[in-house]
């Protein structure tokens, strides 16, 4: 069945660990993206790719870094966790750009990171 | 100023009840409205989406943008407890997919 992957679900660690979010999608999907949810705020986009090798930043600042070397797979990272970066992650996927359509983007079910 | 607003709730309806939620935007550009689904600790879902302006019906669930006000709405008909979840607004305009949030709106549907 064709989905989208987030592991773990929950995290919770001390400050200064270094922690990869992983994210995988089995629809071929050349899109993938990371956002951050905060309670009662709206979803920030953090990172984007377009493919494989291919990543950028979205609007909303992060210290997180973010790698594409396969179409399927697209972890986040984090070197040194804080506190301030206690949110909910969610990686999303979609096909590409077709004019005239809205290319669905597919939501994984989130990790809740939680930095102590 | 957000580029879009969203009441965030709760809304607390009873069972059968019809549910208006609704979003207001600032971006003359946006052409693609969507509306997802969030229940609790998952990720959002896509319900459905509209291009440009006008009503679009998907059984229970009925869409409508106005953009003269820059204005979308959602109806849900005879409301169910299922239906309890946060519904979130997200709006493009086209080209490269960035969406734009609102808040979300967490509807609560008693028996």
């Known amino acids: 069945e064709a989905d989208i992957y987030q592991t773990p679900r929950y995290l919770v660690i001390g400050t200064g660990k270094k922690i990869t979010l992983e994210c995988s999608q089995t629809m071929g999907h050349d899109k993938m993206y990371w956002y951050q949810q905060d309670p009662g705020m709206e979803l920030h986009l953090i990172h984007y790719s377009y493919g494989v090798n291919s990543t950028e930043k979205g609007d909303l600042s992060s210290e997180s870094t973010v790698s594409r070397i396969r179409t399927e797979h697209f972890p986040l990272t984090l070197e040194s966790a804080r506190p301030s970066h206690t949110s909910q992650y969610l990686c999303?996927?979609?096909?590409?750009?077709?004019?005239?359509?809205?290319?669905?983007?597919?939501f994984g079910p989130g990790t809740r990171l939680t930095v102590l | 100023q957000k580029e879009v607003e969203q009441d965030p709730g709760p809304l607390s309806v009873p069972e059968g009840a019809i549910v208006s939620l609704n979003c207001t935007y600032s971006?003359?550009?946006?052409?693609?409205f969507m509306w997802y689904r969030q229940y609790s600790r998952k990720g959002p879902e896509l319900l459905m989406y509209t291009y440009s302006s006008g009503n679009k019906e998907d059984g229970r669930f009925t869409a409508q943008v106005d953009k003269s006000s820059k204005y979308i709405s959602l109806f849900i008909r005879d409301s169910q407890p299922s239906d309890s979840a946060t519904y979130l607004c997200a709006m493009k305009s086209t080209g490269f997919q960035k969406l734009v949030f609102g808040t979300g709106t967490r509807l609560l549907v008693s028996p």
């Open positions: 971006n003359s550009a946006f052409q693609y």
């Open positions: 999303a996927s979609s096909e590409s750009y077709k004019a005239g359509e809205y290319n669905e983007q597919f």
